[in-house]
């Protein structure tokens, strides 16, 4: 077993260059040369975790097996990898702080005055590092949020600085920034990579790699530019071109030798490529499935981060069903009787998203009732499945007032607050999280969708869940619950067997697809799509 490796991953120039797509494909290609890996994300905001954060701000909240609500970056890292992240995976300012001042208030630091430097450096040092984790990995990748020379990452340099003196080469620094095409000129320009190499420099951190963001092809001489300006060898200096698909991009490093290079500063021998074979596979898959299915994504917020694991997961099942998904993003809040018809015209399948609060959900009601009442494959995830289970007590059973007690207390509370949540008042953290057992049905959709599983894991986020009061009227009216929490003797999952496919799950199904493992129910759900349209 070799000393554990350290990868530092930051960014400069502008945000959104795909830092996190980057670090997850050093991590696909290390775990492809057999090495134990993990990637982390830290963020330099003040919230405690991005639990609480409005999608518009931050996309969506990625939910761990452990139950910790985390950037969506983490999401990257487990489908590009399949490596299954932890707590100790997502760390912001604001847990740093937390820690270190709850320590002060305990008494630790023994009279000491508290400073960013060395006490907050010193404790993200320590989560660098992983100390506190019981784990043996070859390689630990730290991707840095946020952009360099903003205020707030200044701590995460200073303790990337400190660490790489101290590891010396077991350290490496990867660099992403961007090369832009300025049409007037005709030119690429490599000023802002100089510029913000510098900046780093300033901070005393010499970056060992380069990748370059670029939309064009940059050729050898610019890279050559780069490599002597900015201090690094020739072979450090990789580019990352436009995709079709995020899914190349770690064919694409590998081409590149971004992983020998990194081996080779380490001073690891750098061996053999390995093939990746099932990747390459599932590229062509890619590459060659050319029929469209359409599925309405029926939500609220239109921003393609804000569903960016549903997304995913809608488009690996695809691939894998050889068709390729066209997901056409519904407002729900412009949902009504008189539209939805026309709406979801052509769709040949209908996924009601997750969400809180009131906004919007009259939307997903009425989608839940067209998806019934026209026999569409119709897939409800979380407060989706929620409101398919509202939709069915109204126009099935009856119950004209039934609602969620989330939204407004009736006698008709189908979805009700769960026991436990009733006496929380703090916000963060604390609703129903991470993974859970669940039960199936033998012999339902549910159960042969998941290769007849008895007993599945799926993660959760919630504080209200259906009200098992209601489950029998339910049953005999034909929704089905088919998955039961054995524990708690929660409802998980409902479906309705008369219909082609029409499934709600309480958990999140969505965090657990992967690039080589597409989840089970989004396969189905793909396929149940495709079996509802004739071929063009
Ligand atoms: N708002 C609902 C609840 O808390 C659903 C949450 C979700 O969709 N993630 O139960």
């Given at each position: 077993m070799m000393n554990t490796k350290y990868i530092f991953v930051t960014g400069g120039v502008?945000?959104?260059?795909g830092k996190g797509i980057i670090s997850a494909s050093i991590g696909k290609l290390l775990l492809a040369r057999g090495f134990k890996v993990t990637i982390q994300k830290f963020d330099p905001y003040i919230n405690i975790d991005p639990g609480t954060l409005n999608p518009y701000e931050h996309g969506e909240c990625y939910v761990t097996n452990d139950g910790m609500e985390t950037d969506l970056d983490l999401g990257h890292y487990e489908r590009f990898t399949g490596i299954r992240t932890s707590r100790n995976n997502s760390i912001t300012t604001g847990r740093i702080y937390k820690t270190v001042i709850d320590r002060e208030r305990h008494g630790d630091y023994l009279g000491k005055t508290i400073q960013v430097v060395p006490h907050i450096t010193d404790e993200i040092k320590r989560r660098m590092l992983r100390e506190e984790v019981d784990e043996e990995l070859d390689f630990v990748i730290t991707e840095v949020g946020g952009?360099?020379?903003d205020i707030e990452s200044a701590p995460f340099m200073e303790a990337i600085r400190q660490l790489r003196w101290q590891l010396g080469r077991d350290a490496v620094c990867v660099h992403l920034t961007y090369v832009p095409y300025l049409k007037a000129a005709g030119e690429l320009k490599t000023k802002p990579t100089q510029h913000s190499v510098k900046e780093l420099q300033s901070m005393g951190i010499q970056p060992d790699i380069l990748v370059l963001r670029t939309e064009r092809h940059l050729d050898d001489s610019l890279r050559m530019k780069v490599a002597s300006f900015c201090n690094v060898d020739l072979e450090c200096v990789v580019q990352s071109e436009d995709m079709p698909?995020?899914?190349e991009v770690p064919v694409s490093m590998q081409r590149q030798g971004l992983d020998a290079a990194i081996l080779r500063k380490i001073g690891i021998p750098v061996g053999e490529t390995p093939a990746m074979k099932s990747w390459h596979d599932f590229l062509d898959k890619q590459r060659e499935a050319s029929r469209e299915v359409h599925v309405a994504l029926v939500g609220k917020y239109d921003l393609q981060d804000a569903y960016k694991s549903i997304r995913e997961s809608l488009n690996l099942a695809g691939i894998y069903n050889n068709v390729k998904t066209k997901i056409h993003f519904l407002n729900s809040e412009e949902i009504s009787e008189e539209s939805v018809a026309k709406q979801l015209d052509g769709m040949a399948g209908l996924l009601i998203c997750p969400g809180f609060g009131q906004r919007g959900i009259e939307g997903k009601i009425i989608a839940a009732e067209y998806g019934r009442t026209h026999n569409i494959p119709t897939f409800g995830i979380c407060l989706g499945m929620q409101m398919m289970v509202i939709e069915f007590a109204r126009n099935v059973l009856g119950y004209k007032d039934a609602n969620s007690a989330e939204m407004r207390p009736t006698p008709h509370n189908v979805i009700d607050i769960m026991e436990e949540q009733k006496s929380i008042t703090q916000m963060g953290g604390t609703m129903r999280l991470g993974a859970y057992d669940c039960q199936l049905a033998e012999g339902s959709r549910t159960w042969e969708a998941y290769g007849r599983k008895e007993l599945i894991q799926e993660r959760h986020r919630h504080r209200y869940e259906f009200n098992n009061q209601f489950q029998e009227e339910f049953e005999q009216k034909g929704?089905?619950?088919?998955?039961?929490?054995?524990?708690?003797?929660?409802?998980?999952i409902v479906e309705?067997?008369?219909?082609r496919w029409y499934i709600g799950t309480?958990?999140?199904?969505?965090?657990?697809?992967?690039?080589l493992h597409p989840h089970p129910l989004f396969m189905d759900f793909i396929k149940a799509c495709i079996d509802g349209t004739t071929e063009a």
């Open positions: 502008v945000s959104s260059l952009t360099i020379g698909s995020i899914y929704m089905k619950c088919v998955g039961i929490n054995p524990v708690a003797n929660l409802v998980e309705i067997p008369d219909l309480q958990f999140h199904p969505e965090y657990s697809s992967t690039v």
